[in-house]
């Protein structure tokens, strides 16, 4: 079967002008409908009809054949039909014609394909490129304008409504003369929104373009009782700052898929780090971040081997393998030696919903305190808690207790809330409501205490683990009392009294050390030094 490709390419666009050889992306708009056509398994021709000599250029450089168009062609209007019968070599039997436009550079070459091959299966006379856009619309009947629907429905509900495209007409070259390349049999081919896209305006050029330079991004992130929730919850906010949705990767044996709570990306199990590698030398993300502690030398050389021309980005990592990193942000530490690792609170990554917040106004007395420890809470700081505030002696203030996805002891914990002074609550999404309405709070040294300092509230800290006892924000220059790794129950007592008898003084002074630091520009900080990495 012989298919010819024609492409229609004159030198004369006047909305934008030297459209057709403009860069786009990393090459000239041309390029990607002559490249689609000789990547075709279909497609046995293809001819650029041109009275451009730089696009006569680009076409032979590609190894497309040339037919030079006759003046009296290049009119505005010329229609398209007299356009592409002249550029197709009468000595030749053609099955069909293929008029592909150049300003369509983001459709792909193997929909090109399953158009060409739907159209010969089904023996159509003519198939065409269509985007199927349903909405409300409105017409003219009688010299009045009337709706074109008999129900309003939301868009999912509506009848197809196909709009052309001019990404390629597929015609029988039986039925292609100088005035038509239509049949009698006629059907339309939806393509995806992203390859509908026709280049007539500057910013048609300039959605094409981002189209084009989009990147690939994967996110590979586990948390769990012992490793800690703060990387699901900053993983999801990293997804929400891309114009497209990220593939998300956990491991099924370190991570409970319950724990990414409701959230419509893409969540994709694997079953170790061999599964993982193996996507990923098929899928050549060209962005991939990490979140999920420390990495080893072996684990990035691995990564690094099936992900060649990938940018690879890790957070919170203080393993060896930050030296195979391209960027590194540790919000949680304030040391850097390698020239990769951006380390401190300029670079905490906040949730979107902490920014719509102002900081608390500093009450004369202190009334309410806030108690959280995180997703996980493996030391149990929530139980010895509860089990002080308790007691009589602190029935005059009110505590709002709140236990993370991870907890392992929730129910035997939620009967605490058969005092009247005491609120537990379990997995809740509306924290900096509940932060917000409290003078105090007492946490442990992870991403909470970076939310508290947000707010402005005096925070009693304390650490998980080891690992957390180098997180150097959370400290007493910056406006916490930070009191240690697993504390004795006098210790916490003794410092939570002090903190619900503090003066509005003592607290105004906490408020502003922690406020003096900038944790709302962390987000727009690293997602442009990922942006330009």
């Not at 012989?2 to 041309?30: D, F, Q, T």
């Amino acid at each position: 079967m012989k298919i010819l490709a024609v492409i229609p390419a004159r030198a004369g666009s006047k909305g934008i002008p030297n459209k057709n050889i403009r860069i786009v992306g990393e090459h000239p708009l041309v390029y990607y409908a002559i490249n689609n056509a000789l990547s075709s398994k279909y497609i046995t021709d293809v001819i650029v009809s041109t009275d451009s000599s730089e696009v006569g250029i680009i076409a032979k450089q590609m190894g497309a054949a040339l037919k030079w168009r006759d003046a009296s062609l290049c009119g505005d209007a010329v229609t398209l039909d007299s356009v592409i019968y002249d550029a197709i070599p009468k000595t030749e039997n053609w099955d069909y014609i293929v008029t592909m436009q150049p300003t369509s550079p983001t459709l792909k070459s193997s929909t090109l394909d399953e158009a060409i091959r739907y159209a010969v299966e089904n023996e159509l006379d003519t198939l065409i490129s269509a985007i199927n856009a349903p909405h409300l619309t409105w017409g003219v009947s009688e010299g009045r304008k009337v709706p074109n629907y008999e129900k309003r429905l939301n868009r999912q509900y509506l009848p197809p409504c196909y709009f052309e495209t001019g990404a390629f007409v597929i015609s029988k070259a039986a039925v292609v003369t100088p005035d038509s390349r239509i049949g009698k049999k006629v059907d339309v081919y939806e393509v995806s929104e992203e390859e509908a896209v026709d280049v007539d305006t500057f910013e048609d050029l300039k959605n094409v373009t981002t189209i084009l330079q989009k990147k690939k991004v994967a996110i590979y992130v586990n948390g769990n009782n012992k490793r800690g929730m703060g990387h699901i919850y900053r993983a999801l906010e990293l997804a929400d700052e891309f114009y497209l949705k990220p593939d998300i990767y956990y491991d099924i044996n370190q991570t409970d898929v319950k724990i990414f709570g409701n959230t419509t990306h893409n969540l994709i199990p694997v079953n170790g780090i061999a599964e993982l590698f193996e996507i990923c030398r098929k899928m050549q993300y060209s962005v991939f971040i990490n979140d999920i502690l420390t990495t080893s030398i072996d684990y990035m050389i691995g990564l690094r081997s099936v992900l060649p021309n990938a940018k690879i980005i890790n957070f919170e990592d203080d393993g060896e393998g930050t030296v195979k990193a391209d960027l590194v942000f540790n919000a949680l530490y304030q040391d850097s030696e390698l020239p990769q690792i951006y380390a401190g609170e300029k670079y905490y990554i906040s949730a979107k919903t902490f920014m719509f917040y102002e900081p608390i106004v500093i009450k004369e007395k202190v009334g309410k305190a806030f108690i959280s420890f995180g997703g996980a809470d493996p030391q149990n700081y929530s139980d010895r808690i509860l089990r002080i505030i308790s007691k009589p002696e602190y029935s005059a203030y009110h505590f709002v207790v709140v236990l993370g996805r991870a907890k392992q002891n929730v129910d035997s914990l939620m009967e605490y809330n058969r005092f009247e002074n005491i609120e537990v609550l379990y997995d809740v999404s509306n924290m900096p409501e509940l932060m917000s309405g409290c003078d105090v709070a007492v946490t442990s040294r992870g991403r909470t205490g970076y939310e508290l300092a947000m707010l402005g509230i005096p925070t009693i800290a304390m650490a998980q683990n080891v690992r957390e006892e180098k997180h150097g924000f959370i400290c007493n220059e910056n406006g916490f009392t930070y009191i240690g790794l697993n504390p004795a129950d006098e210790i916490i007592e003794t410092n939570l009294k002090m903190y619900l008898g503090l003066s509005r003084e003592s607290r105004q002074h906490f408020q502003d050390l922690l406020l003096s630091h900038d944790l709302r520009g962390g987000r727009k900080r690293v997602m442009g030094m990922i942006e330009n990495v």
